[in-house]
């Protein structure tokens, strides 16, 4: 009998060994098939490696004794109330091992929460429980939540404390490998991060916080379903795949091309969805033609750099980034592999602001663009172009039946009807969208009689298709329909109810009836509309009033805002709304002073100008505003106060970004229905009005307020506030000891409040606070203790802080940080222990505290994805905090040795750091190598090895005196950083990256002719600088001084050129290059016809670092305008009077594929 039982107990451990290899190999092949498939179904999450039979959203793993009657009792009902189906084990029997009911439960769950609580570790069973977890966490990417209840997470790691004494209890007659199997759980999920009893004084908001989350990552898990029922896309998406071509490493743009109305938005959506996933980030910008336009003038800098900032700022996931020049973006991109869809592009300057060339993106990157122009696309060098096609009848019928019928096919009986109804409406899918939404749930007999009208109506254009649905709206809907398409489209659906509620009964009801009718779109909380429909509202409204634009219901058209506003009493009682969008008008609005004296009515006024111009004229000042007024924003306002006789009881949102205000009114106004003050960039802004009234008052932004010296004592009444935005308020001095009562706010930006010398203890009150950043207050000496109460912090921001004199030990105990950012703290020698408190950390920057020397040992931050020590001069050696780190920044640091430990970071995607011989001898650290420092070696000869580093961007040899020679550099290389290298003689490379930006041989005198020609032959597209004392003769044309003239080839004049630009300099000897700064060169090209400047082709500034005789500077410009004369003039200026240029030269580059611009500004990196 013990025989037989043998042979049962190694058959059970057979087939369970078994069973993890099939989970194993199961979990692996479905995440490679994920991979795989990627390019013909919507991406899977990493949770598709579970087993299909998912049973359960949640398994919690627990102690009853300890949390079953109270917390536990609390968090079932919270996942209950949510819909959250969670596996109970009241019918199963408790034993010392756990059964395969409970293994298969696990296995069936799709998140495991394992509730730690003092006595979890009692429990044999628990402990089994949580071996299963952790081991399908491992083989199956099972989602583990913890959730620590008044125990702690060092405990349960190290089993120290009560709880490891009732650990060892447990532990007593059990064997060594059953004991392992237990200490290896506990210190694995003790490092995933999770919510500390501790931490949370209301255990209520605590429970709300852990359900939310959960069922956000639930929702993850969830089958995407938006595209179900899309007819004609698996056509699209064949046709698509063979201009993406995903397997090419090259970066592609692909444009996609068609009439309004026709899908080419779905068709992006479509592709985004299926592909993201398979991108290190992605952006998908919406309809940039009507919610990100800027100047039609590409000189227009100041608006390329809020569409950038627009941009960046979505695509890392970083509010309120700051980019100082439009080099940023592709600084921050070139090197990483991403999916970028502009939709609904109308202007050249935007893709030049967001897409200008491939080699701003990584290798692998598509960037899909959507538009109606195709000329647009064709003069951005866009060759793969997807014309996208009306459907044939088949598809359209189908379309039509997915909004009449909820499905491809007619119901039985309507079939003759519905293929009427689409013979009538046409094949545009739009058309067919809103018809379909209007003969939904009608009968029979309904259908015949519409077909009739509709018949009677129609004219074949979509104008009159479109209107046939408005038509059938009840009045309030059409109302509704006006708003939205004169003044609200793409707001958010709170936005929509705060300005609308009080005017429209169930405004969310309201909103739904529209898009049950496909008149508008709800996606993300924001109303869309689409274009045709917009046309289509705005065209009714102009025929409200024909001839007398100031009768209508909403003034929309510049040129009719300009005819109204300039007449005393052109505007009447039927304005509510005002939009005007100065973005391709360079007219000067003189608006009267009685101008809006007829306007009682008016409650949406509109002044947008992203063009950082004030173009808006006020002669005689205004003598009365609306009193119904519930949003006003006008950017640049004029006024240095408002009338005197406004009221703003109904204001809802204030917005008066660089107005020129000093104060708002004289007078205390009631403010109950405000809800956001923005006041950005009023720099002559002296003081806020009283706020006692500004009870709802969510948002408040004076950033760039420079002039503003305090906040009132009455912001301390505006309880609600959730955002505060003062950075750039450099006169600011304090903050009142009210803004304590604001105990919901939850962001607080103080950046460059250079003034401010500390914040009021009352800080602390505001409990709630995520975002605290307080980057370049220089005056700063400490931070209140009080302010330790915000435990629920996750971006601590403190760089530049010079003053601070120590680190606060309270950021230990901000458990929930995922951003810490302390670059250039003086004070910082020693990074404190306490940071291994800070489980959730993602970004730790250090960058420039030039006396840390030390970083704790013995922590493991586990989800830590960027570790940033450049520039920490002191640092020898780097401890391995995390194995999950992506990015890594060493430069400028003394470390050398790179540990071995590096070999298994699996994340590790850009390492930059010092030249080390050892690094040869880890080819996983060399494959991950972008920018590599060598900087005052000692070495004559590069080693060979530096070759195999393929992804090596960037190669920086400065004071390297005793460098003879180069050796053949990796061809992913695009800047070359060699100055001060005064032995340098040979170069054994080519530059054969097209993508090369700059090269750099300041001072290396000692170069052969060889490696001159090679530089001044390269193809680099920002600039180049090696000695010489003239003009390289491959350059064709030269000349003495600063200017000079090309002459063309008359007969064959292509449609774009591009040229490399050389100058020397001349030393007038009185005074030093050093103290110069940056230089400044301007190159202006002209079109010269008989001897006559017939027009200016391009204007553009170089910068470099230094003035230098005896060197040559090159760089290369594009023309890519139309040029009709045979002749260009070259005119170079430098920013210097003690400067001049000695000699010129120019270089037309024959063959140029890729389109190509120069970069708008070069600051040193």
């Given at each position: 009998?013990d025989?037989?039982?043998?042979?049962?107990t190694?058959?059970?451990?057979?087939?369970?060994?078994l069973s993890?290899?099939?989970?194993?190999?199961y979990?692996k092949?479905?995440?490679?098939?994920t991979?795989?498939?990627?390019?013909?179904?919507?991406?899977?999450?990493?949770q598709?490696?579970?087993?299909?039979?998912q049973?359960?959203d949640?398994?919690?793993?627990?102690?009853?004794a300890?949390?079953?009657?109270?917390?536990?009792?609390?968090?079932?009902?919270?996942?209950?109330?949510?819909?959250i189906?969670t596996?109970?084990?009241n019918n199963?029997?408790?034993?010392?091992?756990?059964?395969p009911?409970?293994?298969?439960?696990i296995?069936?769950?799709?998140i495991a929460v394992?509730?730690?609580?003092?006595?979890?570790?009692s429990?044999s069973?628990?402990?089994?429980?949580?071996?299963?977890?952790?081991?399908?966490?491992?083989?199956?990417?099972?989602?583990?939540?913890?959730?620590?209840?008044?125990?702690?997470?060092?405990?349960?790691k190290?089993?120290?404390?009560?709880?490891?004494?009732?650990?060892?209890?447990?532990?007593?007659?059990?064997?060594?490998?059953?004991i392992?199997?237990?200490i290896e759980?506990?210190?694995?999920v003790?490092?995933?991060?999770?919510?500390?009893s501790?931490n949370?004084d209301n255990?209520?908001?605590?429970?709300e916080?852990?359900?939310?989350?959960?069922?956000?990552?639930?929702?993850?898990?969830?089958?995407?379903?938006?595209f179900?029922g899309?007819?004609?896309?698996?056509?699209h998406?064949?046709?698509?795949e063979?201009?993406?071509?995903?397997?090419?490493?090259?970066?592609r743009m692909?444009g996609?091309?068609g009439?309004?109305?026709?899908?080419?938005t779905?068709?992006?959506?479509?592709?985004y969805n299926?592909?993201?996933?398979?991108?290190?980030?992605?952006?998908?910008?919406e309809?940039?033609?009507t919610?990100?336009t800027?100047?039609?003038?590409?000189?227009?800098?100041?608006?390329?750099?809020?569409?950038?900032?627009q941009?960046l700022s979505?695509?890392l996931?970083?509010?309120d980034?700051?980019?100082?020049?439009l080099r940023?973006?592709?600084?921050?991109?070139?090197?990483?592999?991403?999916l970028v869809?502009?939709?609904?592009?109308?202007?050249?300057?935007?893709?030049?602001?967001?897409a200008?060339?491939?080699?701003?993106?990584?290798?692998?990157?598509?960037?899909l663009i959507t538009?109606?122009?195709?000329?647009l696309?064709?003069a951005?060098?866009?060759?793969?172009?997807y014309?996208?096609?009306?459907p044939?009848?088949?598809?359209a019928?189908?379309?039509?039946?997915m909004?009449a019928?909820g499905?491809?096919?007619?119901?039985d009986g309507?079939?003759?009807?519905?293929?009427?109804?689409?013979?009538?409406?046409?094949?545009l899918?739009l058309?067919l969208?809103?018809?379909?939404?209007?003969?939904?749930?009608m009968?029979?007999q309904?259908?015949?009689k519409?077909?009739?009208?509709?018949?009677?109506?129609?004219?074949g254009k979509?104008?009159?298709?479109?209107?046939f649905?408005?038509?059938?709206?009840?009045d309030?809907?059409?109302?509704?329909f006006?708003?939205?398409?004169?003044f609200?489209?793409?707001g958010?659906?709170?936005?929509?109810e705060?300005?609308?509620?009080?005017?429209?009964?169930?405004?969310?009801?309201?909103?739904?009836?529209l898009?049950e009718k496909?008149?508008?779109?709800?996606?993300s909380?924001?109303?869309?509309m689409h274009d045709?429909l917009?046309?289509?509202?705005?065209?009714?409204?102009?025929?409200?009033?024909v001839?007398?634009?100031g009768?209508?219901q909403?003034?929309?058209?510049?040129?009719?805002?300009?005819?109204?506003?300039?007449?005393?009493?052109?505007?009447g009682?039927s304005?509510?709304?005002?939009?005007l969008y100065?973005?391709?008008n360079?007219?000067?609005?003189n608006?009267?002073e009685?101008?809006?004296e007829?306007?009682?009515?008016l409650?949406?006024?509109?002044?947008?100008?992203?063009?950082?111009r004030?173009?808006?004229c006020l002669?005689?000042?205004?003598?009365?505003l609306?009193?119904k007024?519930?949003?006003?924003?006008?950017?640049?306002?004029p006024?240095?106060?408002?009338?005197?006789?406004?009221?703003p009881?109904f204001?809802v949102?204030?917005?008066m970004?660089?107005?020129?205000?000093?104060?708002?009114?004289?007078?205390?106004?009631?403010?109950r229905?405000?809800?956001?003050?923005?006041?950005?960039n009023?720099?002559?802004?002296?003081?806020?009005?009283?706020?006692?009234?500004?009870t709802?008052?969510?948002?408040l932004?004076?950033?760039?307020?420079?002039?503003?010296?305090?906040?009132?004592?009455s912001?301390?009444y505006?309880?609600?506030l959730?955002?505060i935005?003062?950075s750039?308020?450099?006169?600011?001095?304090?903050l009142?000891?009210?803004i304590g009562?604001?105990?919901?706010?939850?962001?607080?930006h103080?950046?460059y409040?250079?003034?401010?010398?500390?914040?009021?203890?009352?800080i602390g009150?505001?409990?709630?606070l995520?975002?605290l950043?307080?980057?370049l207050c220089?005056?700063?000496?400490?931070?209140?203790?009080?302010?330790?109460?915000?435990i629920?912090?996750?971006?601590f921001?403190?760089?530049?802080?010079?003053?601070?004199?120590e680190?606060?030990?309270?950021?230990?105990?901000a458990?929930?940080?995922?951003?810490?950012?302390?670059?250039?703290?003086?004070c910082?020698v020693?990074?404190?222990?306490?940071?291994g408190?800070l489980?959730?950390?993602?970004?730790?920057?250090?960058r420039?505290?030039?006396?840390l020397?030390?970083?704790?040992?013995?922590i493991?931050?586990?989800?830590?994805?960027?570790l940033?020590?450049?520039?920490?001069?002191?640092?020898?050696?780097?401890?391995a905090?995390?194995?999950?780190?992506?990015?890594?920044?060493l430069?400028?640091?003394?470390?050398?040795?790179?540990?071995?430990?590096l070999?298994?970071?699996?994340r590790?995607?850009n390492?930059?750091?010092?030249y080390?011989?050892n690094l040869?001898?880890?080819?996983h650290?060399?494959?991950?190598?972008?920018?590599l420092?060598?900087?005052?070696?000692?070495?004559?000869?590069?080693?060979p090895?530096l070759?195999?580093?393929?992804r090596?961007?960037?190669?920086?040899l400065s004071?390297c005196?005793k460098l003879v020679?180069?050796?053949q550099?990796p061809?992913?290389?695009?800047?070359?950083?060699?100055?001060n290298?005064?032995?340098l003689?040979?170069?054994?490379c080519?530059?054969?990256?097209?993508?090369?930006r700059?090269l750099?041989f300041?001072?290396?005198?000692?170069?052969?002719?060889?490696?001159?020609?090679?530089?001044?032959?390269?193809?680099?597209?920002?600039?180049?600088?090696?000695p010489?004392?003239e003009?390289?003769?491959?350059?064709?044309?030269?000349?003495?001084?600063?200017?000079l003239?090309v002459?063309?080839?008359q007969?064959?004049?292509?449609t774009?050129?591009?040229?490399?630009?050389?100058?020397?300099?001349?030393?007038?000897?009185?005074h030093?290059?050093?103290?110069?700064?940056r230089?400044?060169?301007c190159?202006?090209i002209?079109?010269?016809?008989?001897d006559?400047?017939t027009?200016?082709?391009?204007?553009?500034?170089?910068?470099?670092?230094?003035?230098?005789?005896?060197?040559?500077?090159?760089?290369?410009?594009?023309?890519?305008?139309?040029?009709?004369?045979?002749?260009?003039?070259?005119d170079?200026?430098l920013?210097?009077?003690k400067?001049?240029?000695g000699?010129c030269?120019?270089?037309e580059?024959k063959n140029?594929?890729?389109t190509?611009?120069?970069i708008d500004?070069?600051?040193?990196?």
């Amino acid at each position: 009998m013990d025989f037989y039982v043998f042979l049962g107990t190694v058959a059970a451990t057979f087939f369970t060994l078994l069973s993890t290899i099939f989970y194993m190999i199961y979990g692996k092949f479905r995440v490679q098939e994920t991979i795989i498939t990627t390019s013909s179904s919507p991406p899977t999450s990493p949770q598709s490696s579970l087993s299909c039979n998912q049973k359960h959203d949640v398994f919690p793993s627990f102690h009853g004794a300890d949390v079953r009657k109270a917390f536990l009792s609390h968090i079932l009902k919270e996942f209950k109330r949510k819909g959250i189906d969670t596996f109970i084990d009241n019918n199963i029997e408790r034993s010392k091992s756990i059964g395969p009911e409970l293994i298969e439960a696990i296995r069936g769950s799709k998140i495991a929460v394992v509730l730690l609580s003092k006595d979890y570790a009692s429990s044999s069973w628990c402990l089994n429980e949580l071996v299963e977890i952790m081991k399908c966490r491992k083989m199956l990417d099972q989602t583990v939540m913890t959730i620590f209840y008044e125990v702690d997470p060092t405990d349960v790691k190290k089993q120290t404390g009560d709880f490891g004494k009732v650990f060892k209890k447990t532990c007593m007659g059990k064997t060594n490998k059953v004991i392992r199997k237990w200490i290896e759980a506990l210190s694995e999920v003790a490092t995933i991060a999770g919510e500390h009893s501790r931490n949370w004084d209301n255990e209520a908001a605590m429970i709300e916080k852990i359900s939310t989350d959960i069922s956000n990552k639930l929702n993850k898990f969830t089958p995407v379903r938006d595209f179900d029922g899309l007819v004609g896309m698996g056509a699209h998406m064949e046709k698509l795949e063979l201009l993406l071509c995903l397997d090419s490493c090259e970066v592609r743009m692909i444009g996609i091309w068609g009439p309004p109305g026709i899908g080419k938005t779905t068709i992006v959506r479509f592709l985004y969805n299926q592909l993201s996933s398979s991108f290190e980030l992605s952006i998908f910008m919406e309809n940039i033609k009507t919610m990100h336009t800027i100047l039609a003038s590409s000189d227009d800098y100041s608006a390329k750099l809020i569409l950038q900032r627009q941009f960046l700022s979505k695509i890392l996931d970083h509010k309120d980034i700051e980019i100082p020049h439009l080099r940023v973006l592709q600084e921050r991109l070139y090197n990483k592999k991403v999916l970028v869809v502009l939709d609904d592009v109308d202007q050249s300057v935007q893709l030049d602001a967001l897409a200008k060339e491939t080699r701003w993106f990584g290798p692998r990157s598509r960037i899909l663009i959507t538009t109606q122009d195709r000329k647009l696309l064709k003069a951005h060098r866009i060759n793969n172009i997807y014309k996208v096609d009306l459907p044939n009848s088949d598809d359209a019928l189908q379309i039509f039946c997915m909004y009449a019928f909820g499905q491809k096919t007619p119901y039985d009986g309507f079939y003759k009807l519905a293929r009427e109804v689409t013979s009538l409406v046409g094949e545009l899918p739009l058309g067919l969208r809103v018809v379909g939404s209007y003969f939904r749930e009608m009968s029979k007999q309904e259908w015949k009689k519409e077909i009739s009208r509709l018949s009677a109506r129609l004219d074949g254009k979509i104008e009159s298709i479109l209107k046939f649905s408005y038509d059938a709206l009840c009045d309030e809907d059409k109302d509704l329909f006006l708003h939205i398409a004169c003044f609200f489209n793409h707001g958010s659906i709170e936005a929509l109810e705060d300005f609308l509620g009080k005017t429209f009964l169930d405004i969310a009801q309201r909103l739904h009836v529209l898009a049950e009718k496909s008149l508008i779109s709800i996606n993300s909380s924001y109303v869309k509309m689409h274009d045709s429909l917009v046309q289509l509202g705005r065209e009714i409204v102009r025929k409200q009033s024909v001839r007398e634009p100031g009768q209508r219901q909403f003034i929309v058209d510049v040129r009719d805002i300009f005819q109204v506003l300039a007449d005393d009493t052109a505007g009447g009682r039927s304005v509510i709304g005002i939009d005007l969008y100065l973005y391709q008008n360079d007219d000067v609005l003189n608006i009267s002073e009685k101008a809006f004296e007829g306007m009682s009515n008016l409650q949406f006024l509109r002044f947008r100008d992203f063009g950082n111009r004030e173009i808006v004229c006020l002669p005689h000042s205004l003598t009365y505003l609306s009193q119904k007024l519930r949003l006003l924003h006008w950017d640049y306002f004029p006024m240095t106060c408002f009338p005197s006789k406004f009221n703003p009881e109904f204001l809802v949102e204030l917005n008066m970004r660089w107005s020129k205000l000093e104060k708002l009114w004289e007078e205390i106004q009631p403010l109950r229905n405000l809800k956001r003050m923005i006041l950005s960039n009023s720099r002559n802004l002296k003081e806020l009005p009283d706020l006692s009234s500004a009870t709802n008052l969510e948002v408040l932004t004076l950033n760039g307020c420079s002039s503003l010296v305090e906040l009132p004592f009455s912001i301390g009444y505006a309880i609600n506030l959730q955002r505060i935005n003062l950075s750039f308020c450099s006169n600011l001095v304090e903050l009142p000891s009210s803004i304590g009562n604001a105990t919901n706010l939850k962001e607080l930006h103080l950046t460059y409040c250079s003034s401010l010398m500390e914040l009021p203890s009352s800080i602390g009150n505001c409990t709630n606070l995520k975002m605290l950043d307080l980057s370049l207050c220089s005056n700063l000496i400490k931070l209140p203790s009080s302010i330790r109460n915000a435990i629920k912090l996750e971006a601590f921001i403190l760089a530049g802080c010079e003053s601070l004199k120590e680190l606060p030990s309270f950021i230990g105990k901000a458990t929930n940080l995922m951003i810490l950012d302390l670059r250039h703290l003086p004070c910082l020698v020693e990074l404190p222990s306490f940071i291994g408190n800070l489980h959730k950390l993602t970004k730790l920057s250090l960058r420039g505290c030039k006396k840390l020397q030390v970083l704790p040992t013995n922590i493991n931050l586990e989800f830590l994805d960027e570790l940033d020590l450049t520039d920490c001069i002191l640092l020898k050696t780097f401890p391995a905090i995390s194995t999950n780190i992506k990015r890594l920044y060493l430069r400028g640091t003394q470390i050398e040795e790179v540990s071995s430990s590096l070999r298994s970071w699996p994340r590790l995607q850009n390492l930059q750091m010092v030249y080390s011989e050892n690094l040869s001898e880890f080819s996983h650290v060399l494959e991950r190598i972008t920018v590599l420092e060598l900087r005052d070696i000692n070495i004559r000869e590069m080693t060979p090895w530096l070759n195999r580093i393929t992804r090596l961007r960037r190669l920086k040899l400065s004071g390297c005196g005793k460098l003879v020679s180069l050796p053949q550099l990796p061809d992913s290389l695009t800047i070359l950083d060699a100055d001060n290298c005064g032995s340098l003689e040979r170069l054994g490379c080519s530059f054969n990256n097209p993508n090369i930006r700059h090269l750099d041989f300041t001072n290396c005198l000692k170069l052969d002719k060889e490696a001159r020609d090679l530089i001044i032959q390269a193809t680099a597209r920002n600039y180049s600088i090696l000695p010489s004392r003239e003009v390289h003769e491959y350059i064709t044309n030269r000349a003495i001084g600063n200017s000079l003239t090309v002459k063309l080839n008359q007969r064959a004049l292509p449609t774009s050129m591009r040229f490399k630009a050389c100058i020397v300099l001349a030393d007038k000897g009185d005074h030093e290059a050093s103290n110069e700064g940056r230089m400044e060169v301007c190159l202006t090209i002209m079109e010269r016809q008989n001897d006559f400047i017939t027009s200016t082709c391009v204007s553009k500034n170089h910068s470099f670092r230094d003035f230098l005789t005896e060197h040559l500077y090159t760089f290369e410009v594009l023309v890519d305008v139309e040029v009709t004369s045979d002749e260009l003039v070259f005119d170079f200026k430098l920013n210097s009077e003690k400067w001049e240029i000695g000699e010129c030269g120019v270089l037309e580059l024959k063959n140029h594929v890729q389109t190509f611009s120069e970069i708008d500004s070069w600051d040193n990196y």
